[in-house]
């Protein structure tokens, strides 16, 4: 059964293939159908694994030596377990749904870009694939670049824009700071222990030393920042909003951007070994989660508040990575996964019917006129919100939990950005669907439902955030965390949580109570009177980022672009370059001096015949005594 | 024989086109001359494969105490692969360009094939003197006769340079040669010299300045921006994609093995240019407004790569310069024709005036994109493997080096998506609003290249397979 695994990347493989060569004579209609059944076809082989899985327990399936030099070797082999296997469903699920939506959604492009968009887009799922399949560190690099490149190529899609090509590279660079983190981990892997294999690199990790197991945790904690928008690398992330927004929800939400929390996920062995490390990831996501979710609450651009929201969950998945909820984190990766993909496809509905609007000041009251998505909307920020029983309560909670048992402050701050995040989200709710219509006349005269093709998608999706939370069900409410068991053969399990029952119900009743607060109070705040006014004061700061990319500009960008100037012209060329050019001219000028020796009399030409051969017998005796002079210098 | 073939066939051509006189004779007879060189290396590699054919010896200059002795090592055959594969290549691409007298420039051209594949394969001191000049006068006479607006003082800029150094190789020669026993050039004599380290600490020098100049790396590369602007591209296209590898080439079969002691106390030096001159080119690069002369700067960043990995002197790095000399010498041919295509189509090579070429050419733009993302060493393009074990090599040497080297695949993502981004997106110019696809030679030859790129990239082995012997050797 295991040996179907080269199935699940082959067959976005072959869509890619098909769609991307055959772009120019394909029809729409089977861009869109070959580029969708080759995702459904790894999802059916996905859901077969995963039964394997719960049936047999883990394996490796080998398919090649990558590379082989007799220090070390790489194979090009897949990790078939608990971990892989429930981000191969969440992948190539979500995935499926997003490429049916995809085919309305992009409609309006010609069938030649049609192609490329669905290439580019099973590329990413084949690439994503790999990243999770591979059964070491070379193998998840191959994978996490490859959806870094897919990244870059949908953010630019519309290639004409020339600001979206910069936001493009812009994601790119950013992830490549973080990838040379994650490449010099793998070096010092390989340096110390000779291997990357999962297995080996773990069976071995207790003869890491203290010191390099908190460097390579570090260094991988630094990939992980740039795939996962974390600070300080997370500001290219809202930038990407700049691709179609299916891409968005697909790649900016629902999976390469919890990457990041795969990979620490995946070497929670290595991560648990430092403590350092682990602090640090507590702080860097809750830190996150926060910044990001007073940014969300003043964005006015429908799919820049779900990106900071994005980010601001990334930042909650990894304080629970760093407080040792590695499983708390992966289920919330799930949860997330749902609703942020319902959001953002639910955002893509709403600019698709207002004609490519997405300022939300220019909308509200589309309630009526887009029930489904309004509805499916609506559940989507009720399972962010963490409201029970839906999906995002149950992930949260068990991450606010773990915090609580690992520090109350933590505990504390986790709720506050709680409360913001059911704030900015009905916030953003409100002022979208509730109220008056605020476009133009012709807007609202073409306001109208999606097709099938994207309702659906929604009504799947708004299911999952609905009941994705039931397999995770604490035993303190009667469950038996289904999901907890399923993986605890890859997680180390947290350490025992040394709350009373008491305690925990308190904490739960609160967090919920604070968030049910926020969204009653955003609710009654934004659906009459919408904010559209100009912001002023800290307000603006908000509005405006905080001006971290200003500040980065301003640090980063342009002194470096300075030295690059004052290399360029400075060093290069009235260095270097005038150096040899005057080397160059004094040649020029001494050949011309030169040139009167040759004077034609026989006799000046003896001399100087019987000159050089004097200094050449001298020299000839005496080399020793050159060498030795030689020595001196050198 | 093979070795001998492989000399000989380019050389008997090039003599031959001098004497061609139809327009189009000289390049039939290169085409056809240097796929029948890549034939005969691939039965080299894959029908002759015994030792015995890749040998051969016979007596020459013996009152010099040199003998034409050639040889194919491991290095070698990858070095003449690159070289076999990229003459077709350069010259189907290059094909529709026109050359005043060129039956002459393809004569030149081919003396340099057989100059570089001499390089290659000599084992003996002076034959690779011989051929290393006889690599590098044509390329002076090509770029000075049929190179762009400022060539006469681009090739005395690129001559001063390497002609420094080819004398002071010489004087380096002259040294070792005296000081064998039996006054040989033979590379068995000449590695078996046991140099006092006072000997070898300056005459390590003598040959290390003149490979870095061909290399090059920082700071004896200025003459390289010029020449690879100025240079006709199919010229351009032999310097960057195999000319430079002659540099690594000799360091790795004349410089380390004579001076062993010199190249471990030199070593880190070296090193410390090398990573320099990466991120020196690399800032560089950032601000150029010249497709050529971006190349030209990330080709240096590169080889700096390269030059540092070569002096890690462990098993690792070196297999990575092995396989990174093939991976480079194609891609970056590949990013000249992209560069040639352009500038033959639109006559302009500048960013500022490019731009929306994917809208009007998205074969080329498909083409360009994988290979700049192969010029980055994105995986599963051929680069990465190279790159990933250099970087492995240096990481092992010095730590902080790699960190520092590393931030050079930050920058090289900076520069190479500004190209992108400059000439492919955005809209178009008043220059690129008439522009046409590409089509028939420069296609296909782009095709193969990218079709290289990607098979290596995920199948390295035989690559890696390849050189063994020659590290083994090496690390010894």
């Known amino acids: 059964m295991n040996k179907l695994v080269y199935l699940v990347p082959l067959f976005p493989l072959i869509g890619f293939l098909i769609n991307g060569l055959g772009r120019k004579s394909l029809s729409k209609s089977l861009i869109g159908i070959i580029g969708s059944t080759t995702i459904l076809a790894s999802f059916v082989v996905s859901v077969f694994l995963f039964m394997d899985v719960k049936a047999h327990g883990a394996s490796v399936v080998t398919a090649f030596n990558f590379i082989n030099i007799d220090t070390f070797k790489v194979a090009f082999a897949f990790q078939v377990d608990q971990l892989s296997s429930l981000f191969l469903l969440i992948i190539t699920g979500i995935g499926f749904l997003i490429h049916v939506y995809s085919t309305a959604y992009m409609h309006e492009e010609k069938a030649e870009h049609f192609g490329r968009y669905f290439a580019y887009l099973n590329l990413f799922v084949f690439s994503m694939l790999l990243l999770v399949l591979g059964a070491n560190y070379v193998i998840m690099f191959i994978g996490w670049e490859g959806v870094g490149l897919c990244s870059y190529l949908l953010i630019g899609f519309w290639f004409k824009n020339n600001n979206y090509n910069y936001a493009a590279k812009k994601a790119f660079v950013m992830n490549r700071i973080g990838d040379l983190g994650f490449l010099l981990a793998v070096f010092w892997l390989i340096a110390k222990l000779g291997t990357v294999n999962y297995a080996d690199v773990f069976a071995a990790a207790n003869t890491l030393s203290k010191f390099d197991v908190t460097a390579i945790t570090l260094l991988l904690f630094v990939g992980a920042m740039g795939k996962s928008a974390q600070i300080p690398l997370y500001t290219w992330l809202p930038d990407a909003m700049a691709g179609p927004t299916p891409v968005s929800a697909l790649i900016h939400a629902a999976t390469m951007v919890t990457a990041g929390i795969y990979m620490i996920a995946r070497s929670n062995v290595l991560f648990s070994m430092s403590e350092v490390t682990m602090n640090l990831v507590a702080i860097i996501g809750l830190a996150t989660a926060l910044l990001s979710a007073t940014i969300a609450i003043k964005q006015n651009d429908i799919k820049k508040v779900l990106a900071y929201s994005t980010v601001s969950q990334l930042g909650y998945m990894f304080l629970g990575l760093g407080v040792g909820a590695y499983t708390g984190a992966v289920f919330h990766v799930m949860t997330h996964a749902f609703f942020k993909a319902l959001l953002f496809l639910g955002a893509g509905s709403v600019i698709h019917a207002m004609h490519h609007e997405q300022d939300i000041r220019n909308m509200g009251g589309l309630k009526k006129k887009l029930p489904i998505t309004h509805a499916t909307f609506l559940l989507a920020c009720i399972a962010i919100a963490g409201i029970p029983p839906f999906s995002g309560f149950f992930s949260k909670d068990e991450i606010l939990a773990a915090a609580y048992a690992h520090n109350p402050i933590y505990w504390g701050l986790g709720v506050a950005g709680a409360a913001m995040t059911a704030f900015y989200m009905f916030r953003l709710y409100a002022t979208t669907f509730l109220g008056n219509f605020r476009g133009t006349h012709d807007q609202e005269h073409h306001l109208h439902e999606s097709p099938k093709a994207m309702t659906i998608p929604l009504i799947i999706l708004s299911i999952l955030s609905v009941v994705g939370g039931l397999i995770g069900i604490p035993e303190i409410l009667g469950g038996h965390h289904e999901l907890h068991h399923y993986l605890s053969p890859i997680l180390i399990s947290e350490k025992a949580h040394h709350i009373e029952h008491s305690t925990e119900y308190m904490l739960m009743a609160i967090s919920v109570a604070i968030a049910a607060l926020a969204v009653i109070f955003a609710i009654v705040r934004f ?6 006014k100009d912001a002023t004061g800290i307000a603006k700061a908000m509005e405006n980022k905080w001006y971290v990319d200003e500040l980065y500009d301003a640090a980063i960008v342009r002194p470096l672009e300075a030295v690059a100037v004052f290399f360029k012209n400075i060093i290069e060329k009235s260095g270097i370059d005038a150096f040899v050019n005057g080397v160059g001219k004094f040649v020029n000028y001494s050949s011309r001096q030169l040139r009167l020796v040759q004077s034609g009399q026989v006799g000046n030409y003896i001399l100087i015949m019987v000159l050089s051969i004097v200094i050449f017998i001298l020299l000839w005796f005496y080399d020793a005594g050159i060498i030795r002079l030689v020595d001196k210098f050198f | 024989m093979i070795p001998l073939l492989l000399i000989l066939l380019p050389f008997v051509a090039g003599i031959l086109s001098f004497f061609v006189k139809s327009d189009n004779g000289g390049k039939q007879l290169a085409l056809f001359f240097s796929i029948a060189t890549l034939a005969v290396m691939l039965l080299g590699l894959c029908v002759f494969n015994q030792s015995a054919y890749h040998h051969f010896d016979v007596s020459w200059l013996v009152s010099l105490g040199s003998r034409f002795t050639i040889g194919l090592d491991g290095m070698g055959k990858m070095l003449c692969l690159l070289t076999a594969i990229s003459f077709p290549i350069i010259i189907a691409a290059t094909y ?64 001063i340079y390497t002609f420094i150094g080819s004398l002071l190789m010489l004087v380096g020669l002259l040294f070792l040669y005296y000081k064998t026993p039996q006054h040989s050039f033979a590379i068995k004599d000449l590695y078996n010299l046991h140099l006092a380290a006072s000997e070898q600490n300056f005459a390590f020098w003598l040959f290390f300045i003149a490979f870095a100049i061909k290399m090059p790396i920082f700071p004896f590369h200025t003459w390289q921006p010029d020449a690879y602007e100025q240079s006709p591209t199919a010229v351009t296209m032999v310097l960057s994609g195999i000319m430079v590898k002659m540099g690594i080439f000799a360091v790795l079969r004349w410089l380390i093995p004579i001076f062993p002691d010199a190249a471990a106390k030199y070593g880190q030096l070296i090193i410390i240019l090398s990573i320099i001159g990466i991120i020196y080119a690399s800032l560089i690069a950032i601000k150029q407004d010249d497709v050529k002369r971006l190349i030209a700067y990330s080709s240096i960043a590169h080889i700096g790569l390269m030059c540092a990995a070569i002096f890690t002197m462990n098993s690792i790095g070196l297999k990575g310069v092995m396989l990174q000399m093939f991976s480079h010498g194609i891609n970056v041919i590949g990013l000249w024709i992209i560069a040639d295509a352009i500038e033959q189509q639109l006559g302009t090579r500048k960013f500022s005036e490019l731009g929306g070429l994917a809208q009007k050419a998205p074969t080329l733009a498909i083409l360009l994109v994988v290979l700049a993302f192969a010029n980055i060493a994105l995986p599963l393009t051929n680069a990465f493997i190279g790159e990933f074990l250099m970087f492995n090599g240096l990481f092992q040497y010095n730590v902080y080096f790699a960190a520092i080297a590393g931030v050079g695949i930050i920058l090289a993502a900076v520069y190479t998506l500004n190209m992108v981004q400059k000439v492919l997106y955005g809209n178009t110019t008043t220059i690129t609003e008439n522009a046409v696809e590409i089509s028939g030679n420069i296609k296909w030859m782009l095709a193969f290249v990218t079709i290289m790129i990607l098979v290596f990239g995920v199948y390295p082995q035989p690559m890696i397979d390849l050189t063994k012997d020659t590290v083994q050797a090496l690390i010894k």
């Open chain 1, 527 to 532: 659906s009459k009177k919408p904010e559209l």
């Open chain 2, 96 to 159: 529709n360009n026109k050359y005043k007298s060129s039956n002459n420039f393809y004569a030149l051209l081919l003396l340099t094939q057989a100059g570089l594949m001499g390089v290659f394969v000599a084992m003996d001191g002076l034959l690779f003197y011989f051929f290393w000049e006889l690599a590098l006068i044509p390329v002076y006479f090509l770029c000075s006769q049929w190179g762009g607006e400022k060539r006469i003082a681009v090739t005395f800029k690129f001559f």
